[in-house]
C-alpha cells in the first residue's frame, strides 16, 4: 500500500475537506505529503513506489525450492559470480569509451585553439581564437543537453538516484539502458565542453546501470536455451547487481576496488552481508583491471603492463632527492590539517547552500518551461564558462619560472607521468623558459591541472591560486544541476587541491615553513573540499588512499575528511542528500532518532486499508486496482464477533481521514479531522501480545456481563481462529467507499500480502474459477510466469479485460506472501524502523495479537519528516 498520489482535496469527495486546505497545521501538511508554502520546504513525496526486497514465499516459490538441491545452488552461485564479473569488464571497458573520446575531443580543441591564440598573440585577432573556443564548447554542450532531453534522468552525476535506488526507491527510468546510452555520450561531450564537471561521478551511475541490465539479459539468454534460472527476476538481485555495479564505476574511476566496495556500503545499500562484499570487491577488481589493461595497451603499446589504475589518478607524492629536509608531512602539521578540514567544512556548507538555491529556482522557474529553456541556460553557462577562462588566462596569468622534475624513476610510467606534467604548462604571452600559471590551470584538462598542483614543483602565484579558487568554486556550483551529464568529485577535488596549494605557498613563502611539502598541503586541500562538500568519510579515505599508492597519507586524509564533514554537518547537508531532498524522495536514514522512541506501531501506522478476500470476484480486484494506487494489498478474512467492541458514534469515512459529525446541527463548529489510529489504538491496546493465561484475563474482562460458557466459547474461537486457513469467505463483496462504518471497520483476520503486481498478472493470464466449480479446478503459475513481466508488468488501466467474466472468482491465496514480516501495535518506532530498513520491506503489517490486521506501515510512515509530525500530535495530546 505505497502512498496515494496528489493531494487530498483532489481525491476526497467531502466539500468540507477542501474547504478547510487553508486553516490545516503544519503537521496536517507534512503528514499529507504537501508542500507548506511560507517555508518553501520540500516534503516527501507519496508517489514514489518503493522496490521490494522481501522475498515472497509462495507456493509458486516453494514449488522452486522443491526442484534446488546442492548441486544447483552451486551451480546458481557459479553463475552469479561470472555476471558480477561481467558487470565489472562492461563498467571498465566503458569507462574506457568515456576517456579515450574525452581525450580525443580535448586533444582537438585545445590543439586549434592554442595554435590559434600563439599565432594571434602576434597578429593581435585573439578575437578569433576566443570564438574558435566557443565554437567548439558550444558545440559539444549543446550535443550534451540534446541527450538530456532524450533521457532527463541522465543529467547530473546521478549518485542521489542511485543512492535512492540501493535505499529501496524506484526512481523511474534510473536503471535502463537508453540512460545509460545518454550519460556516457553525455558527459564526454560535457567534459570536452569546458564546463568544471567531472567524468569520474557519472561512472557510478554507468556502473549501476550495466549491473542492472546485464542479470535480466543473461537470464533471458538462458531461457532460450531450456535453462530454467528465474532467481534474477526480482528487485531483491537485481539490488545486489546494482551495488556490484556502482562499486565498480568508482573502482574504474579511481582505480580504488577497495574504496568502490566501501562507498556502496556507506553511501547506498541498507542490506549487506559477506557473501555480496565478496562478490562487490571483485566486480570492482574486474572493472580496475579491465580499464587499467586496456588504458595501458592505448597508451603505452604494453599491454598486460597496467599501469594505468584509474581515470583519474594523482601520482606519486615524492620529495626532491636534493632537498634532505623535505618530508611529507610531520606530527606538526596535522593541527594545520585540522584547520584546513574546518576552512574545507566552512566552504562545502557555502557551495551546498548556494547550489540548493540555484536547484530551487531551478525547478521554480527553468523546469516549468519549454525543454528549449534548458538547453538555453547550458549554453549560456558554457558561454560565462568560456569567457572566463579565456580572459583569465590572457590577462590575470602571471609568467613562472618553468622548474622541471628532478627525481624521474626508471620506470616507462613514472617517465610519462612526469613528463605529462612538464609539457602541460603554457606559455600564453610568456618569454622562453616561463609559463603562464592561470592558463596552465584553465588550459589543461582537470587531472592535469590536477596533476600540476600536486606535483610540479615550480609555484604557482598565490594571487593567481586566489583568483582560480574563486572563478572555479563559483562556476562550479553554478553549473553542477544544470541539465548536462556532470560529475562533481574532480572539480571538487582541483578546486580544493589549488586551496591546499595556496596555503602550502602563504605557509613557505611568509611564515617561513621552507620544510613542508606542496604537493600534501594540495592533497588536503583536495580532500578538505570534497569532504566538505559530500561529506563521506571512510570510502573517500580509501579511495584517495588508493588514488596516491601512498598508505602514509591515511591519517592526515581521514582527520581532514572527518573535521571537515563535521563542521559542513553544523550547517547543512551533503550535496548528495540535499538533491535526494529537492527531489522529494522519501530516503529512510540509517537509524531514527532517540525522542522517536516515544512513539509505537500505532501511532504511525495507517490505519484506513484497502484489502482482497481471499477468494474474490473479478469484478471487485479490478475496481478495486482502478480505484486505487495501492502496490499491496492485505488478505483478509472478517470476524463479525468483536465488532461490537469498537463499534461508537456516527461518523463519515472518506479515504484518508475520517470527520467525526457532531449530532447538533446547530453548533455550528466545523468537523475536527481525526485518523483511525485513534479507534484502532483502543482496539489493538487491548489485546496486547500477552501469554495466553493473560490473553484469557483480559478478554475475560471485556466480556464480564456474558456467562462463562459463552466467554469460553468466544475465547477458544479467538485462539483457534489463527488455524484456520480461510474460514468464512466474501466472493461477492469487496471495499467500497458506500461501506457503512460498520462495514468498513470491522474485524479482519489477516492471512497474508498480495501485490498489485501479481494481481494482474493473475487477471491478465485468467486465473480464475467459476462459482460452480472448485477453487482447484483453478490453472496455476509457476515462478516464471508469475515473474516473466519483470520489471514493467502491465497497468490495469491499459489492460482489455472484456473477455473475462466478472462473475468468476480468483483465488489469491496460492500467490500471497502467508509469512510477511509483521510487527505488534505497541512495537517500539526504533524496532520498526530498523526492520523496515535492513530487510529492504516495502509494506510492514501491523497485527494484534490475536492476528487481526489494525494498520500498515510503509515507507512513507517512516520518513523524518513524518515522524516529527507525529511526534509533534504525540506531545499535543499528552
Same mark, same amino acid.
Given at each position: 500500500m505505497a502512498g496515494s498520489r496528489g493531494p487530498l482535496c483532489s481525491r476526497c469527495k467531502l466539500c468540507c475537506c477542501c474547504s478547510e486546505r487553508e486553516t490545516r497545521t503544519p503537521e496536517?501538511?507534512? *503528514?499529507?505529503?504537501?508542500?507548506?508554502?511560507?517555508?518553501?520546504?520540500?516534503?516527501?513525496?507519496?508517489?514514489? !513506489?518503493?522496490?521490494?526486497?522481501?522475498?515472497?514465499?509462495?507456493?509458486?516459490?516453494? !514449488?522452486?525450492?522443491?526442484t534446488m538441491d546442492n548441486k544447483k545452488g552451486r551451480r546458481f552461485e557459479l553463475v552469479k559470480w561470472t555476471v558480477v564479473f561481467a558487470i565489472g569488464f562492461c563498467t571498465g571497458l566503458v569507462g574506457l569509451f568515456v576517456d579515450f573520446f574525452v581525450r580525443l575531443f580535448t586533444k582537438l580543441k585545445y590543439g586549434v585553439v592554442e595554435a590559434s591564440v600563439e599565432e594571434c598573440s602576434q597578429k593581435g585577432c585573439l578575437g578569433l581564437s576566443l570564438l574558435e573556443l566557443l565554437? %567548439?564548447?558550444?558545440?559539444?554542450?549543446?550535443?550534451?543537453?540534446?541527450?538530456?532531453?532524450?533521457?532527463?534522468?541522465?543529467?547530473?552525476?546521478?549518485?542521489?538516484? *542511485?543512492?535512492?535506488?540501493?535505499?529501496?526507491?524506484?526512481?523511474?527510468?534510473?536503471?535502463?539502458?537508453?540512460?545509460?546510452?545518454?550519460?556516457?555520450?553525455?558527459?564526454?561531450?560535457?567534459?570536452?565542453?569546458?564546463?568544471?564537471?567531472?567524468? #569520474?561521478?557519472?561512472? *557510478?551511475?554507468?556502473?549501476?546501470?550495466?549491473?542492472?541490465?546485464? +542479470?535480466?539479459l543473461q537470464a533471458s539468454s538462458l531461457r532460450k536455451i531450456q535453462i530454467n534460472f528465474p532467481y534474477f527476476q526480482s528487485d531483491r538481485d537485481k539490488r545486489d547487481f546494482v551495488s556490484a555495479g556502482a562499486s565498480a564505476g568508482i573502482a574504474a574511476a579511481f582505480g580504488a576496488p577497495i574504496g568502490g566496495t566501501l562507498f556502496s556500503l556507506e553511501e547506498g545499500s541498507s542490506f549487506w552481508n559477506q557473501g555480496l562484499t565478496w562478490k562487490v570487491l571483485f566486480c570492482s577488481m574486474s572493472a580496475t583491471f579491465t580499464l587499467n589493461f586496456f588504458r595501458s595497451g592505448i597508451q603505452f603499446g604494453s599491454w598486460g603492463s597496467f599501469q594505468l589504475p584509474g581515470l583519474l589518478n594523482f601520482g606519486e607524492f615524492k620529495c626532491s632527492d636534493s632537498d634532505k629536509k623535505c618530508h611529507l608531512w610531520t606530527a606538526m602539521d596535522l593541527g594545520l590539517f585540522v584547520v584546513m578540514g574546518v576552512i574545507g567544512g566552512l566552504l562545502g556548507a557555502i557551495f551546498n547552500c548556494?547550489?540548493?538555491?540555484?536547484?530551487?529556482?531551478?525547478?521554480?522557474?527553468?523546469?516549468?518551461?519549454?525543454?528549449?529553456?534548458?538547453?538555453?541556460? /547550458?549554453?549560456?553557462?558554457?558561454?560565462?564558462?568560456?569567457?572566463?577562462?579565456?580572459?583569465?588566462?590572457?590577462?590575470?596569468?602571471?609568467?613562472?619560472?618553468?622548474?622541471?622534475?628532478?627525481?624521474?624513476?626508471?620506470?616507462?610510467?613514472?617517465?610519462?607521468?612526469?613528463?605529462?606534467?612538464?609539457?602541460?604548462?603554457?606559455?600564453?604571452?610568456?618569454?622562453?623558459?616561463?609559463?603562464?600559471?592561470?592558463?596552465?590551470?584553465?588550459?589543461?584538462?582537470?587531472?592535469?591541472?590536477?596533476?600540476?598542483? %600536486?606535483?610540479?614543483e615550480g609555484t604557482f602565484s598565490p594571487v593567481t591560486l586566489s583568483l582560480f579558487i574563486v572563478f572555479y568554486f563559483f562556476l562550479a556550483c553554478w553549473t553542477y544541476g544544470v541539465s548536462v551529464p556532470s560529475g562533481l568529485f574532480v572539480p571538487s577535488l582541483l578546486c580544493g587541491a589549488a586551496y591546499g596549494r595556496l596555503v602550502a605557498n602563504i605557509l613557505k613563502s611568509y611564515i617561513g615553513l621552507s620544510h613542508i611539502y606542496s604537493g600534501t598541503f594540495s592533497l588536503v586541500g583536495a580532500a578538505a573540499l570534497l569532504g566538505g562538500v559530500v561529506r563521506m568519510t571512510i570510502s573517500l579515505t580509501v579511495i584517495l588512499i588508493e588514488s596516491t599508492n601512498e598508505i602514509t597519507y591515511g591519517l592526515p586524509i581521514m582527520i581532514t575528511l572527518m573535521v571537515a564533514k563535521w563542521t559542513g554537518d553544523?550547517?547543512?547537508?551533503?550535496?548528495?542528500?540535499?538533491?535526494?531532498?529537492?527531489?522529494?524522495? +522519501?530516503?529512510?536514514?540509517?537509524? $531514527? !532518532?532517540?525522542?522517536?522512541?516515544?512513539?509505537?506501531?500505532?501511532? *504511525?501506522? #495507517? +490505519?484506513?486499508?484497502?484489502?482482497?478476500?481471499?477468494?474474490?470476484?473479478?469484478?471487485?480486484?479490478?475496481?478495486?486496482?482502478?480505484?486505487?494506487?495501492?502496490?499491496?494489498?492485505?488478505?483478509?478474512?472478517e470476524n463479525r464477533g468483536n465488532e461490537k467492541e469498537f463499534m461508537k458514534g456516527n461518523q463519515l469515512i472518506s479515504n484518508n481521514i475520517k470527520f467525526k459529525v457532531k449530532e447538533t446541527a446547530s453548533s455550528g463548529k466545523k468537523s475536527s479531522i481525526l485518523t483511525r489510529a485513534g479507534e484502532q489504538r483502543k482496539r489493538s491496546q487491548s489485546m496486547k501480545s500477552y501469554p495466553s493465561s493473560e490473553l484469557r484475563h483480559m478478554c475475560d474482562e471485556h466480556i464480564a456481563s456474558e456467562d462463562a460458557a459463552e466467554k469460553e466459547d468466544l475465547l477458544q474461537q479467538m485462539l483457534e481462529r489463527r488455524y484456520t486457513p480461510y474460514p468464512?469467505?466474501?466472493?461477492?463483496?469487496?471495499?467500497?467507499?458506500?461501506? $457503512?462504518?460498520?462495514?468498513?471497520?470491522? +474485524?479482519? $483476520?489477516?492471512?497474508?500480502?498480495?501485490?498489485?503486481?501479481?494481481?494482474?498478472?493473475?487477471?491478465?493470464?485468467?486465473?480464475?474459477? /467459476?462459482?460452480?466449480?472448485?477453487?482447484?479446478?483453478?490453472?496455476?503459475?509457476?515462478y516464471a510466469e508469475m515473474a516473466e513481466d519483470y520489471p514493467k508488468y502491465p497497468d490495469i488501466h491499459d489492460l482489455d479485460l472484456t473477455l473475462l467474466n466478472p462473475r468468476m472468482i480468483v483465488d489469491v491465496t496460492p500467490y500471497m506472501n502467508p509469512s510477511p514480516f509483521t510487527v505488534s501495535p505497541n512495537t517500539h518506532v526504533s524496532q520498526v524502523f530498523n526492520l523496515f530498513r535492513t530487510m529492504g520491506l516495502r509494506h510492514l503489517p501491523v497485527v494484534n495479537a490475536v492476528g487481526e490486521i489494525v494498520g500498515i506501515i510503509t515507507r512513507h510512515n517512516l520518513t523524518y519528516e513524518f515522524l516529527q509530525a507525529r511526534l509533534r500530535q504525540h506531545y499535543q495530546t499528552m
Open positions: 496536517e501538511l507534512t *503528514i499529507l505529503g504537501e508542500t507548506q508554502e511560507e517555508e518553501d520546504e520540500i516534503l516527501p513525496r507519496k508517489d514514489y !513506489e518503493s522496490l521490494d526486497y522481501d522475498r515472497c514465499i509462495n507456493d509458486p516459490y516453494l !514449488e522452486v525450492l522443491e565554437g %567548439f564548447n558550444l558545440t559539444f554542450v549543446f550535443l550534451a543537453s540534446l541527450l538530456v532531453l532524450i533521457e532527463p534522468v541522465s543529467a547530473g552525476s546521478g549518485i542521489p538516484e *542511485i543512492k535512492c535506488y540501493l535505499n529501496g526507491v524506484k526512481v523511474p527510468g534510473i536503471v535502463r539502458f537508453r540512460t545509460l546510452v545518454c550519460k556516457a555520450l553525455g558527459v564526454l561531450f560535457s567534459v570536452a565542453g569546458g564546463l568544471f564537471v567531472g567524468k #569520474e561521478g557519472p561512472m *557510478i551511475h554507468s556502473g549501476a546501470v550495466v549491473g542492472a541490465g546485464l +542479470p535480466q548556494l547550489n540548493k538555491r540555484l536547484a530551487k529556482y531551478r525547478m521554480r522557474n527553468v523546469h516549468p518551461k519549454p525543454k528549449l529553456v534548458r538547453v538555453l541556460e /547550458s549554453l549560456l553557462i558554457c558561454l560565462v564558462t568560456t569567457v572566463v577562462v579565456f580572459v583569465a588566462s590572457m590577462v590575470l596569468g602571471e609568467c613562472r619560472q618553468m622548474s622541471f622534475s628532478k627525481h624521474v624513476r626508471n620506470d616507462s610510467y613514472q617517465q610519462v607521468r612526469t613528463e605529462d606534467v612538464n609539457s602541460s604548462m603554457k606559455t600564453f604571452f610568456c618569454p622562453n623558459d616561463t609559463y603562464n600559471d592561470m592558463a596552465t590551470l584553465f588550459f589543461n584538462p582537470q587531472e592535469s591541472a590536477i596533476l600540476q598542483l %600536486f606535483h610540479q553544523f550547517f547543512n547537508k551533503g550535496i548528495y542528500d540535499i538533491h535526494v531532498d529537492l527531489r522529494g524522495v +522519501p530516503l529512510l536514514e540509517w537509524e $531514527t !532518532e532517540v525522542e522517536m522512541d516515544k512513539l509505537r506501531a500505532s501511532d *504511525i501506522m #495507517e +490505519p484506513n486499508l484497502t484489502y482482497v478476500y481471499p477468494h474474490t470476484r473479478i469484478q471487485s480486484l479490478v475496481s478495486i486496482l482502478r480505484t486505487t494506487v495501492h502496490h499491496a494489498f492485505p488478505v483478509v478474512t468464512n469467505l466474501y466472493p461477492d463483496q469487496s471495499p467500497s467507499e458506500d461501506w $457503512t462504518m460498520e462495514e468498513r471497520f470491522r +474485524p479482519l $483476520t489477516f492471512h497474508g500480502l498480495i501485490l498489485r503486481s501479481q494481481l494482474v498478472t493473475l487477471l491478465v493470464r485468467g486465473v480464475c474459477y /467459476s462459482e460452480s466449480q472448485s477453487s482447484a479446478n483453478q490453472p496455476r503459475l509457476s
